[in-house]
């Protein structure tokens, strides 16, 4: 069974820092796109980062440009979200997906991911002021 999950949540203050992963099973992300999202209560969810080997790109929205990592070099089975700087307006629950198209990451690619693809369960980001 394909499936991704995601773990590392959790509270800090404004300004610390916390790592997601996400790691696959029953198969690797060389051959995926994968996505970070987030969704806070009352709000659409958002696509954070966007991460693929196979076309060597990488893509940060605006709102955490600068702040969050997402590493490309030895991802197989799991890959990580490294977030600094955090700020109360990061809280939301992080999702990690992978979609099996090769996309070339932009914020465009990231809207391209549907239900079909693999979803983790979420993980609860919040920061305290």
């Known amino acids: 069974q394909l499936q991704v999950v995601e773990s590392g949540g959790g509270l800090v203050q404004t300004g610390g820092s916390l790592r997601l992963s996400c790691a696959a099973s029953?198969?690797?992300?060389?051959?995926?796109?994968i996505g970070w999202f987030r969704q806070a209560p009352g709000e659409e969810r958002e696509g954070v980062s966007c991460?693929?080997?196979?076309?060597?790109?990488?893509y940060y929205a605006d709102s955490v440009k600068g702040r969050f990592t997402a590493p490309r070099n030895n991802i197989k089975n799991t890959t990580y979200l490294q977030m600094n700087s955090l700020k109360p307006e990061d809280t939301a629950v992080y999702y990690c997906?992978?979609?099996?198209?090769?996309?070339?990451?932009?914020?465009?690619?990231?809207?391209?991911?549907?239900?079909?693809?693999?979803w983790g369960q979420g993980t609860q980001v919040t920061v305290s002021s």
């Open positions: 991460l693929s080997v196979s076309t060597s790109s990488t």
């Open positions: 029953g198969f690797t992300f060389d051959d995926y796109t």
């Open positions: 997906a992978a979609s099996p198209s090769r996309y070339y990451c932009s914020g465009f690619a990231l809207s391209l991911f549907t239900s079909a693809d693999y």
